[in-house]
């Protein structure tokens, strides 16, 4: 039998937890489509916050998104957004980054067993949210048209012409094939780890390659959508998707996702990315909080059970906690943009 069946555990379905995982899909949702992110970064903690399996929560993620990457790539696509070319290259790469990460997975488990698993994905969840979290404050917080000086990374590889040159006409870009490949092999060797390769492939696809915020994150989504659905087969053929996990949080997500999208146009980019940037330091610590529990399973470190039955209730507190942050943050900005449009429409008529 597969090493991954014998350490599968679904979890059981409770009311209450079934309300939490809904919430947990309406924010990630909403996180989504307020911040152009996937909102796994929220998702997949949020799962492992109930006693699911890190493996399980990544493939079950990663299955409940890639149907919602085809419907915004084609939406995006009628706007002119999308460079199907450039998406369909960096999702070549990005397959085989995919499966490489799910063998790295089941390497985890063969070796270490469930616990070594989550500690995996834990402290991954942690270093990427700790580093593109403090960046994105960083953004924020920089002065409006301040600008770079010199060429940037993405024009100076582009001034390299290693055979095979590729175009990418809606990116307006033109560049050596070499450079796609490791971009687009990292953004699936993420989205396999945490079920979260947006957050290489967008940032790769501008600082890299040169194509602009909203072709990089129109584009992602065609990648997104191929190496979800590669490795959500792959995931599935390990018995590691809980359809039950996927259609929840997909639920809720849908109805988030609507919501959010029509707060970005009424509220401003540095509340976006502040937003952004708050919820995932705050994940980051409720998942550094779940790593103690996961290194005395290993036998690595010795901690009263006592003081892992607290750091694992304030871990769950916690992402609680980044959650309901989120929702007042946006929703909160949201009222207070449309209160402010009303009364500058009265004032307008009167």
């Known amino acids: 039998m597969d090493v991954a069946l014998d350490s ?23 996180v989504s489509g307020f911040i152009g992110s996937g909102g796994a ?18 493939a079950s993620n990663m299955c ?12 995006r696509f009628r706007y002119g957004q999308v460079d199907v070319k450039l998406g369909l290259v960096m999702a070549a790469s990005a397959g085989v980054g995919v499966q490489v990460g799910i063998k790295i997975q089941n390497a985890i488990l063969a070796a270490w067993g469930q616990a070594g698993s989550n500690l995996y994905v834990s402290l991954s969840f942690v270093a ?21 000086s010199g060429p940037t990374l993405a024009q100076r590889l582009q001034k390299i012409e290693m055979w095979p040159m590729i175009t990418f006409k809606t990116a307006g870009v033109r ?25 290489i492939g967008v940032p790769g696809m501008i600082y890299v390659l040169g194509a602009s915020g909203l072709v990089a994150s129109a584009s992602e989504l065609v990648i997104a959508f191929a190496m979800g659905l590669g490795g959500t087969v792959n995931w599935a053929m390990h018995g590691m998707v809980d359809i039950r996990l996927t259609l929840i949080i997909l639920a809720g997500s849908l109805l988030g ?10 509220v401003r980019e540095a509340m976006i990315k502040i937003v952004m940037g708050s919820i995932m330091l705050i994940v980051a610590v409720s998942r550094a909080l779940a790593v103690p529990k996961y290194l005395a399973e ?13 750091m694992d209730k304030a871990s769950f507190v916690i992402m609680c906690a980044a959650l309901a942050l989120g929702a007042v943050i946006i929703l909160g900005s949201m009222y207070k943009a449309r209160k402010a449009e009303s009364r500058q429409a009265a004032y307008g008529q009167a």
């Not at 560049?175 to 079920?195: E, Q």
């Not at 290993?298 to 607290?310: F, M, R, S, T, Y």
């Open 8 to 30: 599968l555990k679904f979890i059981d379905l409770t009311t209450s937890s079934i309300i939490f995982l809904f919430i947990v899909g309406f924010i990630g949702g909403l």
């Open 41 to 58: 970064f929220v998702l997949t903690p949020g799962m492992m916050s109930l006693g699911v399996p890190g493996t399980v929560a990544v």
């Open 64 to 75: 409940h998104k890639f149907p919602k990457a085809l419907v915004g790539a084609i939406k």
């Open 128 to 148: 990427v949210l700790v580093i593109v979290g403090g960046y994105v404050f960083y953004d924020a917080m920089k002065r409006p048209g301040a600008k770079a």
């Open 175 to 199: 560049i050596s094939m070499w450079f796609t490949i490791p971009v687009g092999f990292a953004t699936g060797m993420l989205a396999a780890t945490i079920a979260v390769g947006g957050f």
């Open 257 to 266: 996702v609507q919501l959010g999208a029509i707060g970005t146009t009424i």
């Open 298 to 310: 290993l036998g690595l470190v010795e901690i009263p059970k006592d003081a892992v039955a607290l």
